[in-house]
């Protein structure tokens, strides 16, 4: 059957806003307009970029890059602070345009979110116009520009959100998905990363289409149970409703540092002094309801290379954190460290007031 054959057809719209930190940085700074500017990195070459903004991109500068890196990259890159507080008032700003044409609404990050546009009346029930006018009322509400993909699959929409790049929007009509699909790179499916993407190169797997040659069973004694999720996302399978509400699975904290550390007894202090305190503060309105359920260490070496190392727990402990440390210390074999990071993780139970053994 065809999808245009299915009566539960959704109408799905993932809006993703252009280089978010850095626009907003350019809207509030316009001396920076036309010049290639990143948000993030430290302007001592120590760090790294957050975004940065199309002019940027084009001397191969991009996100998650080091700074050093993206310096020697584009010499003129002009690298700005981040400002946490502005990006999420912004976001706020934009949550509210969203929420004029529906409330089924799914945040992905403070700049991207799906919206299922399935049941609106506006525009004649138009999901394509319906997103014209969402990204129009962004730019009218904070003077930035969003781009869109429309689509029956959740999937396909945040594809072809990309395509249009900067300022634009694509519409996959249900018609249309089987063949956009045929020739579709791999790497263009969420979840396909780098390694992945050479994995299934190695195997002869470039497309969707290559997919589609390929079975089920071999797929899934390859991949596990991403070969299903494959094998699905290439035959133009994915039921995936918007999500309302997601629950957090995380809290953590993490800090790069000015020069790399090869000292275990300095990181057992930077945890006990820094690290510690501020991960008990920010996991406390979530420990008031959620149990915890694991204790965590993030370490990132000088290489970028990065390991965690987790354990079952259910407290924040500076004994087992340092087990942690120690064991994640031991996977560098002597590189010295430029990131560190605790986190707990978070059970989907919730708890009341007198399981956690507080006075009523």
Known sequence: ??????????????????????????????????????????????????????????YGVSSAMPTSVALRKCPDLVVVPGRMQVYKETSQIIRGVFEQYTDKIEPLSLDEAYLDVTESPLHQGSATLIAEDIRHKIFEATGLTASAGIAPLKFVAKVASDLNKP??????????????????????????????????????????????????????????????????????????????????????????????????????????????????????????????????????????????????????SFVLLEQLLEEAIERGKGKSIRLLGVHIGLSDEEVNEQQLGFDL
Not at 15 to 35: G, H, Q, T, W, Y
Not at 172 to 182: T, V
């Open 1 to 58: 059957m065809e999808l245009s054959e299915n009566p539960q057809l959704k109408k799905i719209i993932h809006v993703d806003m252009d280089a978010f930190f850095v626009s907003v940085e350019i809207r509030d700074n316009p001396a920076l307009a036309n010049k290639p500017v990143a948000v993030g990195g430290k302007s001592d070459r120590r760090g790294v970029l957050s975004t940065c903004n199309y002019i940027a991109r084009q």
């Open 167 to 316: 300022n634009g929007q694509c519409t996959i009509a249900p018609e249309q998905i089987y063949d956009f699909l045929e020739s579709l790179s791999l790497k263009k499916i969420p979840g396909v990363g780098k390694v992945t993407f050479e994995k299934l190169k190695a195997l002869g797997f470039v497309t969707c289409g290559d997919i589609r040659q390929s079975t089920l069973p071999y797929l899934s004694s390859k991949f596990g149970k991403y070969g299903n999720v494959l094998w699905q996302r290439a035959h133009g399978i994915d039921n995936r409703d918007v999500q309302v509400s997601r629950i957090r699975k995380s809290v953590g904290v993490e800090r790069t540092f000015e020069q790399d550390i090869d000292n275990a007894l300095d990181l057992k202090s930077i945890i006990n002094d820094k690290l510690m305190p501020e991960l008990k503060r920010r996991s406390e309105p979530y420990l008031s309801t959620r149990r915890m359920n694991k204790l965590g260490v993030k370490v990132k070496f000088n290489d970028f290379q990065q390991t965690t190392k987790e354990q079952k727990a259910t407290e924040i």
